[in-house]
């Protein structure tokens, strides 16, 4: 195996002359379950189809398993290692559940029958119902039936839990838990939900106008970033601090900090200055996402 | 069965917090020499959390000498840790008469944790320091 499953480097793409994704850089190791983060119209959905080679790139980059997605050289057959969950969640309306799974399964030699009835039980999916008369949260869990009864190597999913219901949505993470832990699948998947990403991502990547602007190991940015409150004796002359002090607000004798790097040398400036007390506080991703999405 | 619980939104690394309800397990006494922890997928799966986060909790408190792992079988708390725990135990009791002491004075249960970050705090920046000279 690849010691990368997915990986761009500068990639990007125009509509109208208009960068979507403008200089991508991404790296997904095996493994990894890896929450892929943005706001609306950030370029993540884009990012997706020109990972699943639905789009041609306008430059740089895309490799999945190694292999480029479009062309004759990988294509097709690094496709069939990839389940994929559309952001739509769009399937044949006029099929019923049942009829997909039979359509869908000829093309999966290693087609996991075990999985199919497994999920199908799970996900509450009536066999007989036509895909158009299932709600939203059927939909997605059908898709994801599909894409995970064909053992896939890696999921590519867009918005996975949205629409479902809160029972329903833990079950499809307990289940990506144990896909990951038990077959070693990669999950890459974009959310809105940021509880989720905490809870089972151990990657994630914001992306802010088509470029990842934050990235790498959670539990790395959880220790590296960190809010501090500074409280002086008496209103301090103005501080030049070490890089990494983003964001400083002072309120009279009260500075507070969020630190994304560097903390133990800004931590170091504050007590030099004299009777300043410091206190430091974990940051949640809720809070990171905001200050590198904040509208400029 | 498990008696972890993990708050992913609070900031703090989970892996980090892992580590900590197992060393508090073992200083309790609910976890005791020898006992086996939860195979990485069990409670990857129990807690929903990822297993990779499992794995290097586990690495880490084998590194701090917490737990044993034992190829193929999964981790064991080890030994010499429940020497430590012993010590903690001893120590609690300092830590709670202190404790009872403040309470007394009338500080606020917010005003005790601040006291104590801020002595640690101190005694943190006394050693850099010592270590620069």
Known sequence: MSDVVIETSGLRKLFDGHPAVDGLDLTVPPGSIFGFLGRNGAGKTTTIRLLLGFLRSGGGQVRVFGEPVVGPAGGARTRRRIGFVSENKDLYPYMTVRQIIRFTRPFFPGWRADLERRYLEIFNLPPDRKISALSKGMRTSLMLLLAISHRAELLVLDEPTEGLDPAVTEIVLRELVALSASEGT??????????????????????????????????????RYQRLRIVFQREPAPVSWPEGAESVRQDGRTVSILASRNVEAIVQRARSLSGASVERFPVGLKEIFLEHVRSK | MTFFRLNPSSGVPLYLQLMEQVRHAVETGALRAGDQLPTIRALAQELVMNSNTVVRAYRELEHEGVVELRHGLGAFISKPVEERAKLMRKAQVIAQSAVERLRALGATEEEIRRLFERELSAMQAEQLEGRQQ
């Open chain 1, 186 to 223: 990669t999950i890459f998947f974009s959310s809105h939900q940021l509880a989720e990403v905490e809870q089972i991502a151990d990657r994630v990547a914001i992306i802010e106008r088509g470029r990842a602007v934050v990235g790498g190991v959670l539990d790395d940015l959880r220790a």
